[in-house]
């Protein structure tokens, strides 16, 4: 899909814009402070209707103004889409084809972005929780029953958490538990748990498959990347969903006495990690900036195959201050890789390593909230 017109008012620094987008490329030059990255998250805005910066509306609407207004024209293989989101203090209205979309769901989904931002590499030098939460998402993304199977996980999880500590005061005054319930609540973790990490293998194969490609060819073929899905407690041979569940109950049940002592569980895919390694080496403790940006980066733009298998659709690309940390080999590649199938838009300072870029796009120049076209 493409958007091929864009128009601005009252958002953020941009009191009036109007743009016609290049169907492939798209820079966004400027200085800092000048609203380039303001410009993307309006497109990030346009689709998901919140913004990855903030969530307070307030913040996208341009100082002292009541209102902002995004419209924008998105193309698909058959049809054409004028897509629009007013924001107030209040409220936020959104319309497809100019007609009102009561319900957020009829409306998310018709035009899909991938955005990657310096944030990003959070994926890999973050916390455990920040891969955890890469990985839910991504395949919340593709499948309603994972998601389902998440929160299941994460409520049976809070009442056996709780039921555990209940033990502890239990036992200090020489009360005797439920252990029917501590055994049900321990089967019912066991049994979505292994549902959950069952998916996450499965996933992690494939975004294996997919990331590596991008990290070999932004590499110049130099770099293979693979992962490491690792679990808080051994995994059996047979990584079925059974056998998974098996293995978890077994260690809940080795693990009782610790688990007592602790009053809280510390096995299951709330506590599981992904590793990363770039040419067998782990990125995250010995790779350099450039690989750990370029590794972030390959895993984010699997998103625009996950995204085409699951619409036949592209999505739009979102690329803000990308190049930074890549040399210019890897900028050349990037843009190489990625060209022909996706819209792409990036915001940069300069022009200078991008002047042998092989591809056609065009460019804008940011001033102070104002546009031109270069
Ligand atoms: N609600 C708002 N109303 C008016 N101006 C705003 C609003 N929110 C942010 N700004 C202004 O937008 C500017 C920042 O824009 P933006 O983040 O797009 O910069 P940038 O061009 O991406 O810069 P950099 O290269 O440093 O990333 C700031 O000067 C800020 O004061
Ligand atoms: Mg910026």
Request: charged fraction near 25%; aromatic fraction near 8%.
């Amino acid at each position: 899909m493409k958007i091929t017109s864009l128009e601005l008012m009252n958002y953020r620094n941009y009191k009036t814009a109007r743009l016609s987008f290049h169907p492939d490329l798209n820079l966004f030059l400027g200085e800092n402070a000048q609203g380039k990255t303001n410009l993307l998250e309006s497109l990030y805005v346009l689709a998901l209707t919140r913004s990855h910066r903030t969530h307070k509306e307030k913040e996208l609407i341009c100082f002292g103004e009541e209102r902002a207004k995004i419209c924008g024209t998105v193309e698909k293989q058959t049809t054409k889409l004028p897509m629009e989101i007013t924001l107030t203090t209040k409220a936020r209205q959104t319309k497809v084809n100019h007609i009102e979309q009561k319900r957020l769901a009829d409306y998310i989904g018709k035009l899909n972005v991938i955005l990657f931002s310096p944030e990003d590499s959070a994926i890999i030098k973050g916390s455990p929780s920040v891969r955890r939460r890469f990985l839910d998402m991504e395949i919340s993304q593709i499948s309603s029953i994972y998601l389902y199977n998440l929160m299941q996980y994460q409520t049976t999880l809070k009442q056996r958490n709780s039921y555990l500590k209940q033990m502890i005061e239990q036992k200090k005054v020489g009360k005797a538990s439920n252990e029917l319930y501590y055994e049900v609540l321990s089967e019912q973790l066991a049994s979505f748990g292994a549902k959950i990490i069952h998916s996450r293998l499965t996933f992690v194969e494939k975004l294996e498959k997919w990331a590596n490609q991008l990290q070999n060819n932004i590499s110049s073929q130099y770099e293979q990347l693979k992962l490491n899905y690792s679990s808080s407690f051994p995994l059996p041979k047979e990584l079925t969903v059974e056998k998974i569940e098996q293995a978890f109950m077994q260690q809940l049940k080795d693990k009782r006495k610790y688990e007592l002592s602790m009053g809280t569980c510390s096995y299951g895919p709330h506590r599981d990690d992904l590793q990363f390694f770039v040419n067998d080496i782990n990125v995250a403790i010995f790779g350099s900036q450039g690989q750990q940006r370029t590794t972030a980066l390959s895993l984010k733009l699997a998103e625009i195959d996950l995204i085409y298998e699951k619409t036949g659709e592209y999505p739009l690309l979102l690329l803000d201050d990308v190049m930074s940390e890549l040399d210019n080999k890897r900028q050349i590649q990037l843009l190489q890789t990625i060209s022909g199938k996706t819209q792409t838009f990036i915001t940069t300072t300069t022009l200078k390593h991008l002047s042998q870029i092989p591809i056609e796009g065009k460019v804008f120049t940011i001033v102070d909230g104002k546009i031109e076209i270069s």
